[in-house]
């Protein structure tokens, strides 16, 4: 059954009514710090929202592809910049639609706030789209919240656990790095988890 949060018009109503939230109104400070140092490769944000860590990642000189099927989240990315970088795609679409397409096409996968929008159901398939996503020794970067709420308190954001996170990414894949991050914003501090996740 189709849950509330699959649809299109259950986020696009959210950007109507300026519900957000969870926009930081610029580049996450963890990714933004990641960002100087790491190889430039092919980046994708899933969920990515209004954009400003697709927009920082591609003046950063990364290959881009932002994913997000709310319409005024794409059109606030693309009116982010004035002429759309070569480095810069924005898909307006269904991250589950992705696996054809981009199969082991990234170099890193993005993730703030996407797993935890959708349907606790919903994650072994978007642990399964990330795993088709991703290059052999590709990353998965993710700041992985809410932490302190439970998945029954409902959602969205749908709470989580370390050891659950973990969990979808056991076959194929091991955790390079795992912080409390001191680059979180203050209050998602303790709150947040960064885990790079390295495809093997
Ligand atoms: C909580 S918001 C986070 C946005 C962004 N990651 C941020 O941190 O600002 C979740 C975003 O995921 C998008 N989204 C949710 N499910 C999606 C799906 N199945 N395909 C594409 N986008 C989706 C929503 O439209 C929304 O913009």
């Known amino acids: 059954m189709e849950k509330k949060e699959d649809s299109i ?23 933004d710090n990641i960002s100087k140092n790491i190889k430039k ?12 860590d697709a927009v920082m990642f591609a003046e950063r000189g990364f290959s881009v592809t932002a994913v997000d099927f709310a319409p005024s989240a794409v059109e ?25 397409n981009y199969f082991e096409y ?3 996968i993005i993730e703030q706030t996407c797993f935890c929008a959708i349907h606790p159901k919903r994650r072994p398939d978007y642990a399964r789209l990330v795993t088709n996503i991703i290059k052999k020794n590709g990353y ?3 700041l992985w919240l809410p932490l302190n709420k439970k ?10 656990t370390i050891k659950e996170v973990k969990a979808h990414f056991t076959k194929k894949w091991i955790v390079d790095r795992e912080e409390f991050s001191e680059f ?3 209050s998602r501090k303790n709150n947040e988890k960064l885990i790079i996740f390295k495809k093997i």
């Open 140 to 142: 998965l970067i993710g």
């Open 9 to 31: 018009k259950f986020w696009e109503n959210k950007y109507a009514l300026d519900n957000t939230g969870w926009d930081l109104n610029g580049p996450t400070p963890v990714f």
């Open 151 to 160: 998945i029954k308190e409902g959602g969205p954001p749908y709470g989580t």
């Open 106 to 108: 990234f170099d890193y």
């Open 76 to 100: 606030a990315l693309n009116n982010l910049v004035n002429k759309k970088p070569k480095n810069l795609t924005v898909l307006q679409k269904d991250i589950f639609s992705l696996e054809n």
């Open 41 to 52: 490769g092919k980046v994708c944000i899933l969920g990515c929202g209004r954009g400003y």
């Open 184 to 186: 979180s914003i203050p």
